[in-house]
């Protein structure tokens, strides 16, 4: 990278942090609240037999399988679009990180001490976040896990990835980027695409992991914008895109209408599924 051009991208990850300073955003992990609204026993009922998806905006999921397993996605909780009020989930079996930028780490570090999740990421991000080590999951594209009656499978992604463990400190390389495909027994398979560009290997994903539900950014600047997510739903065949990485700042200028005129535009039936922050959904 050049270094005009890593001035226009410092500056803007920078300007993208300013914009979520503006709107209040805390710079630490705001303390976990106490889930006195759902007891553990009523919403685990709720849950039989469906596999529950709750956005959290941005990149962030929470995802509820019928076999019990809280699996958290890139979990910044403390997002601009992140459900007000909230609580976050009392128990989790595993938290997966895409890379190490400050968007998808998140709250892994509190969230993980608070739940005693584990925590998937690439080797390198997981020795960075210094975890447990009972916790910590390093690994790397082509690793595969089980996780109660998830299977998760760990797959390229077009991106970059660096993690700044104090916000005015030096990035370090944090591993290759990473998304993952998660196989839920009695459920979807879903694919969270981490921060990527549309890539033709996409189409090896389909034909191994067969995801029927792609979770794909957006936004456009860093990652994917409608167009382009519109060819990767194409290559990956699924029949649900729910998109992500959008509106979070000005920048990230991709919505979920473009991506349903993109998509008509393919003639593809693939339908647009765009999720309220903090609302669970039944997949
Ligand atoms: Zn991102």
């Known amino acids: 990278m050049g270094n005009k051009l890593k001035a226009v991208v410092v500056g803007a990850v920078l300007g993208v ?76 079996d595993a938290i997966l990180v895409s890379h190490g930028h400050f968007d998808h780490v998140g709250e892994t570090k509190a969230l993980a001490q608070k739940t005693s999740a584990k925590v998937y990421g690439s080797f390198e991000l997981v020795n960075l976040l210094g975890l447990p080590e009972a916790q910590g999951m390093g690994a790397n594209a082509g690793g595969t896990f089980t996780v109660k009656d998830a299977t998760i499978h760990l797959v390229e992604a077009v991106h970059s990835s660096s993690y700044q463990a104090d916000p005015k400190g030096a990035s370090q390389y944090a591993g290759a980027p990473l998304g993952f495909v998660i196989e839920i027994a009695n459920g979807p398979t879903l694919y969270h695409s981490g921060d990527t560009a549309a890539f033709s290997s996409m189409a090896l994903i389909a034909e191994q992991f067969k995801p029927t539900v792609a979770l794909l950014p957006i936004g456009g600047h860093f990652t994917m914008d409608p167009a382009q997510a519109s060819v990767a739903a194409k290559l990956l065949k699924v029949k649900t895109v729910v998109p992500m990485h959008y509106g979070t700042f000005p920048a990230l200028a991709g919505t979920p209408d473009a991506l349903t005129t993109e998509l008509k535009k393919t003639r593809a039936t693939t339908k647009v599924l765009a999720l309220e922050p903090g609302k669970a959904t039944a997949l």
């Open 17 to 92: 942090a300013g914009a979520a300073f503006a709107q209040g955003t805390p710079t630490t992990p705001a303390a976990p609240k106490a889930d006195v609204k759902a007891p553990a026993k009523a919403a685990a009922g709720k849950a039989a037999g469906k596999t529950e998806v709750t956005w959290w905006g941005h990149a962030a999921f929470v995802v509820k399988t019928p076999g019990g397993a809280t699996i958290a996605i890139d979990p910044w909780f403390t997002n601009p679009k992140a459900p007000q009020g909230a609580t976050w989930p009392e128990a989790v």
